[in-house]
């Protein structure tokens, strides 16, 4: 029996009859994909926090040599291994201008030629050498060696030239080496990278093993033997650092393309007759921008170590340009008598290894599509 047949019409009674059903009105604007990157990767403290010291490593490397007076190059070696000085600090015993004389004869600290008035501050570890009184004395050097006003932040080199201006012109150089390098890397590994995972079969076999091929070769002995070959310099330290540097993204790229382009979405594309170009650079490769901006951001303090290392045997940048390579280099060689001139540089660049890590993390689950709309 019919359902309908047994039931009295006067049982049914229509629902929102006078009412206009439709779908629930939007009370907020719709975000797109990049701005809810945006959103997720402002939660991220850590991420934003790292963000704004690269950017003032950035803004001082480009402004801060015109901060002091002193020009990189400008050489006074009356004034060499200065120790740092900055004006209202040292009025705390903070960057004082102050250093310890060790094993100087007591009856040569009357002498005032040597020692100016005003320039020995006190003496201890008073002891006989060989029925010599001996004593360590600390000094104001800028007294000392009549510097008395004028003021090296980070101190000076054996030269005597300025460490600030030398370390902020020196970040611009390792930073723009390190930037270019990379950009050029990533762009031939995503390029190599994704056609070898898209087509896959004996495409992706050949180009694999012409990467093995390439990567079998010691990335210090290639790029060294590169460097003697072509000479020193901005150019040929980039062409070294492009030899090898393109192969982990490429593989990174590869797997990325491996692992989407099977995808429902991908297939549904592919179904509807859109062109294999679309395909990588609209479904594929954005679902992979995530790892490989991570890469890219580690990459970065990479390639300034591996121009470091160029600089520490001697490869690095010509003579009077400067490096954070090239600092490290020559603050290593006194670092027991001034160890200053090695800290400042080794700071700044774990800043910056610290900085591009945190921030590249915050940039992966950022553009990570599966984290699209989470809190």
């Not at 009295?8 to 009412?19: I, L, Q, R, T």
């Not at 950017?55 to 009356?78: E, K, R």
């Not at 012109?169 to 080496?177: A, M, N, P, Q, T």
């Not at 979405?265 to 990588?280: C, E, M, N, P, Q």
Request: proline share 5%; net charge neutral.
């Amino acid at each position: 029996m019919n359902l309908t047949e047994s039931v009295p019409k006067g049982k049914f009674e229509f629902v929102n009859w006078d009412e206009s059903i439709r779908d629930a009105k939007f009370e907020t604007r719709p975000i797109g994909y990049f701005q809810d990157a945006l959103i997720r990767l402002k939660r991220n403290k850590a991420s934003i926090t790292s963000f704004y010291l690269i950017c003032l490593v950035v803004i001082f490397s480009i402004f801060g040599p015109a901060i002091t007076p002193y020009g990189f190059n400008d050489q006074d070696v009356d004034f060499a291994n200065m120790p740092p000085r900055i004006p209202g600090l040292e009025a705390i015993g903070i960057a004082d201008g102050m250093r310890v004389l060790a094993n100087k004869r007591v009856t040569s600290l009357e002498n005032t030629e040597n020692y100016p008035e005003g320039s020995i501050i006190s003496t201890r570890n008073n002891r006989v050498i060989n029925d010599i009184d001996m004593v360590d004395v600390v000094v104001d050097y800028y007294k000392l060696v009549d510097a008395g006003d004028k003021y090296f932040w980070l101190g000076t080199d054996y030269l005597g030239r300025d460490l600030w201006a030398r370390l902020w012109r020196g970040s611009r150089v390792s930073l723009l080496i390190a930037l270019i390098a990379v950009a050029v890397n990533t762009v031939i590994g995503i390029v190599y990278g994704g056609i070898s995972g898209y087509y896959g079969g004996s495409t992706d076999m050949v180009m694999m093993r012409i990467t093995e091929i390439i990567s079998a070769f010691p990335e210090i002995v290639v790029v060294t033997l590169f460097i003697i070959a072509f000479g020193t310099g901005i150019t040929s330290i980039i062409l070294a650092l492009l030899i090898r540097g393109w192969v982990p993204v490429a593989r990174l790229v590869r797997a990325q393309f491996l692992r989407f382009k099977d995808r429902e979405y991908v297939l549904a594309a592919r179904t509807l007759g859109v062109k294999d170009s679309a395909l990588i650079f609209k479904h594929i490769l954005p679902n992979s921008m995530g790892p490989i901006i991570t890469r890219m951001m580690i990459a970065v303090p990479s390639a300034i170590f591996a121009e470091s290392f160029l600089a520490y045997i001697g490869l690095g940048l010509k003579a009077p340009e400067p490096s954070i390579g090239i600092l490290l280099s020559n603050g290593q060689k006194v670092l027991l008598q001034y160890p200053y001139q090695t800290l400042f540089p080794a700071i700044l660049i774990s800043v910056l290894m610290i900085c591009f890590n945190l921030f590249s993390n915050g940039l992966r689950d950022a553009l990570n599509p599966t984290m699209r709309g989470q809190e």
